[in-house]
Each structure stands twice: as C-alpha cells, then as structure tokens.
C-alpha cells in the first residue's frame, strides 16, 4: 500500500477538539497515512498575520487529501474581509479547484427522535446535497462598494456582489450529479431560482442539457423556496439535490438540520480528479469551545469519506461508519444528540468509543 499523505487543519473553535478525535480513529486503522499539521483560520492569523497561510496551502497543495476541522469566531469579525478566518476555507476551495461539495444529510435511525420535526417525516432519511462551491456570488466579480449611481437612493453608498455562472461551471457539476444519482436511487433534483434569475436560467438549461447523456436519471426542477418548503415538508421525496454555491450553502444547514443535529454529518469538496478537502458540515462553534462536548462524528465520519473518496481505502471507510452506528447503538451521545435514556459522554469519549468499536471489530474478524 502507498503512503497517503493527509494536510490535517483543525483550525478554530471546536476545531482541535473534533479533530483530535478523528486523527486518533485515522491511527487505530493502522493504515499508511502521513498526517502533517498546519495552522488555518483564525490561528493561523493569530500566529503568522493570514488566515491561509502560503505553508498552509503548500501542505494542502501537496497532498493527497485534506482534513479540515473548522474556521471562525466572532473576534475577527472586525478584521477585513481579506484576513478573517472564512477566507481560509473560501481560499483553499478556489486554489484546489473544488468545485464539488457533497453534503450528505442522513438521518440515523436511534436519533430520529433528535429531529425538529416527526419521527415519521424523518425516519430513514437519506438525501444527499451537492452544491456547486467555487462559483456564484460567492466568488464573482466585480463586488465590493460604491455610490450609487441609479436604484432606489442614487448617490447613497451601496454594496454590490455578482452572482454568476458559466456553462463549463454548471456542466462539470451537472455531471457529477447525475452520476451520483446513478448510484444511488437516480433521482436528481436541481434547484434553482430559474423565473427570476439568468444565472439559474442558464443553469436549468445547462442541467437539461446534460440529462440527455443520463436517460437513466429521472430529473426534476425546483425552485429554491419551494425546495427550502419542501425539505420540511415530504424531506424523503429527495434523493439527489444539485444547486449553485449560495443556495446550497442555505438548504444544507437546513437539510442537516432534520437529521437531529449538524453535528452528525461529514461533507467532501472535491475536484476534478477526487482530490478532496473533508470537514464536518457545521461551523467552529466558538460557543461551545474547550469544554470537551462538542461532537465529533461530523469530523470522523469526514474522515471516512477521505479514506473512501480520495484514499483509495473504502474498507476502512466502512470500518469507521460501522463504528459509528455501533457507539450509536451502546446509546452514547454527546450533549446535542442526548435525549433522556442514553448516555451522555463528551468529546473525548466519544472518539475512545469509536476507536474501542473499531479495534473490537478487528479482533473478533
Ligand atoms: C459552509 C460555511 C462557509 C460557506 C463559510 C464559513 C464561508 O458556511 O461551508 O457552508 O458559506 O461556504
Ligand atoms: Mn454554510
């Protein structure tokens, strides 16, 4: 087996809390994995005046995968855009080309009582987002402020952003999608916002386009408030959702949200050739930092998706989700997935569990 070399930035918040856990699961599969850390985010301003430094980004650049723990708290908000900690992860997906971000939102069966909404509507769950991340208004140009010289308030300061998309843009990531829906139950669903925007009219007609290479693949459109309604509404008649940066950014917090807790759920951006960045779905909780309760299964099952993704290891991939369902099944819970009769553990223990699980696993095989 060949040397995996895997860029682990735990970064802010709960960032090296959750990525503890997750490097100690990585070590106990006993694979050939290099592990170099590096500061990102907000620590990395803190230490080297940016939050994506060029080592940083060299250390990712050269390896095989990236593990990314979180980035961000409210006491760089009065930094410039440029050096506050978002930038780093904003930074790392333009500079690796990753366009294709998969937010699975799987509701797992002993926390389908965890939901907002009805065990019924939930129960089973198991949709799987995939948003557009290095276009949209996330990224056009031109941005920035002015006065205004037309609009509501001519000659009042306004701000401005760009939302746009290319047709190469909305194709590569169409076909992504759709060969996911191929393997998975071949329903795609594309969410736009077609009747007031050209970009998303654009997209509609790019993601029909290429349908016609996937007849097997039954595609339907969506406005994006309906998708925002529906998702609370009938959340299983979702199978595969593709959407542009912003919109997919909305409806995967909202999608995470009817699993019980974002705290349970992984995310890949990848690129063109499955080189990917890993890093758990919700953000870098500042609130909640170095008090040993966060949760961290969205890190290692991230770690999973690497091993599946982009390492080539899709058994210990398994192996991991495996572990997962087992501490699940002990009725282990950290504080945001604990109801009354389950056991509440912290992060720490939690991570110790899912290696215990992995190891016993191996001895009984
Ligand atoms: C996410 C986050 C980021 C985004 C922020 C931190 C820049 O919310 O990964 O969803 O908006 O993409
Ligand atoms: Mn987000």
């Given at each position: 087996?060949?040397?995996?070399?895997?860029?682990?930035?735990?970064?802010?918040?709960?960032?090296?809390?959750?990525?503890?856990?997750?490097?100690?699961?990585?070590?106990?599969?006993?694979?050939?994995?290099?592990?170099?850390?590096?500061?990102?985010?907000?620590?990395?301003?803190?230490?080297?005046?940016?939050?994506?430094?060029?080592?940083?980004?060299?250390?990712?650049?050269?390896?095989?995968?990236?593990?990314?723990?979180?980035?961000?708290?409210?006491?760089?908000?009065?930094?410039?855009?440029?050096?506050?900690?978002?930038?780093?992860?904003?930074?790392?997906?333009?500079?690796?080309?990753?366009?294709a971000n998969f937010r699975p939102a799987i509701?797992?069966?002993?926390?389908?009582?965890?939901?907002?909404?009805?065990?019924?509507?939930?129960?089973?769950l198991d949709i799987l987002i995939i948003r557009e991340?290095?276009?949209?208004?996330?990224?056009?140009?031109?941005?920035?402020?002015?006065?205004?010289?037309?609009?509501?308030?001519?000659?009042?300061?306004?701000?401005?952003?760009?939302?746009?998309?290319?047709?190469?843009?909305?194709?590569?990531i169409a076909h992504v999608a759709f060969q996911a829906a191929q393997k998975r139950n071949k329903r795609l669903t594309s969410v736009d916002?077609?009747?007031?925007?050209?970009?998303?009219?654009?997209w509609?007609?790019?993601v029909?386009?290429v349908q016609?290479?996937y007849?097997d693949v039954q595609l339907d459109h969506m406005?994006?408030?309906?998708a925002?309604?529906q998702l609370?509404?009938?959340p299983k008649k979702f199978d595969v959702v593709v959407t542009g940066?912003?919109f997919g950014?909305?409806l995967s917090?909202?999608a995470?949200?009817l699993?019980?807790?974002?705290?349970?759920l992984?995310s890949a951006?990848l690129?063109?050739?499955?080189?990917?960045?890993?890093?758990?779905?919700?953000?870098?909780?500042?609130?909640?930092?170095?008090?040993?309760?966060?949760?961290?299964?969205?890190?290692?099952?991230?770690?999973?998706?690497?091993?599946?993704f982009?390492?080539?290891?899709?058994?210990?991939?398994?192996?991991?989700?495996?572990?997962?369902?087992?501490?699940?099944?002990?009725?282990?819970?950290?504080?945001?997935?604990?109801?009354?009769?389950?056991?509440?553990?912290?992060?720490?223990?939690?991570?110790?569990?899912?290696?215990?699980?992995?190891?016993?696993?191996?001895?009984?095989?």
């Amino acid at each position: 087996m060949t040397l995996k070399k895997i860029a682990v930035l735990p970064g802010d918040g709960i960032g090296p809390e959750i990525m503890a856990e997750a490097v100690k699961v990585l070590q106990a599969l006993d694979l050939p994995l290099q592990l170099d850390w590096a500061d990102v985010g907000g620590k990395a301003y803190e230490t080297s005046g940016h939050p994506l430094p060029p080592a940083t980004l060299k250390l990712a650049q050269e390896a095989d995968a990236v593990l990314f723990g979180a980035v961000g708290d409210w006491k760089y908000d009065k930094l410039e855009r440029a050096l506050r900690p978002e930038q780093a992860i904003l930074g790392l997906r333009k500079a690796l080309g990753l366009f294709a971000n998969f937010r699975p939102a799987i509701c797992y069966e002993q926390l389908t009582h965890a939901s907002s909404l009805k065990p019924e509507l939930v129960a089973g769950l198991d949709i799987l987002i995939i948003r557009e991340l290095t276009g949209d208004i996330y990224f056009g140009q031109p941005r920035g402020r002015r006065t205004a010289v037309d609009g509501h308030f001519p000659g009042a300061e306004e701000g401005f952003d760009t939302m746009r998309y290319s047709r190469p843009e909305i194709e590569r990531i169409a076909h992504v999608a759709f060969q996911a829906a191929q393997k998975r139950n071949k329903r795609l669903t594309s969410v736009d916002k077609a009747n007031v925007l050209e970009t998303s009219q654009l997209w509609k007609d790019v993601v029909s386009e290429v349908q016609k290479s996937y007849p097997d693949v039954q595609l339907d459109h969506m406005y994006v408030d309906n998708a925002a309604m529906q998702l609370v509404k009938a959340p299983k008649k979702f199978d595969v959702v593709v959407t542009g940066n912003m919109f997919g950014d909305i409806l995967s917090d909202e999608a995470a949200m009817l699993t019980g807790s974002i705290g349970m759920l992984p995310s890949a951006s990848l690129d063109a050739n499955n080189k990917g960045l890993y890093e758990p779905s919700h953000g870098s909780a500042p609130d909640i930092a170095g008090q040993g309760i966060a949760n961290p299964l969205a890190t290692i099952l991230s770690a999973a998706m690497m091993l599946k993704f982009s390492l080539n290891h899709a058994d210990a991939a398994a192996r991991i989700e495996t572990a997962v369902q087992s501490v699940l099944a002990q009725g282990l819970r950290t504080a945001d997935i604990w109801s009354e009769g389950t056991t509440k553990v912290s992060t720490r223990e939690m991570g110790d569990a899912v290696v215990k699980a992995i190891t016993t696993a191996k001895t009984i095989k």
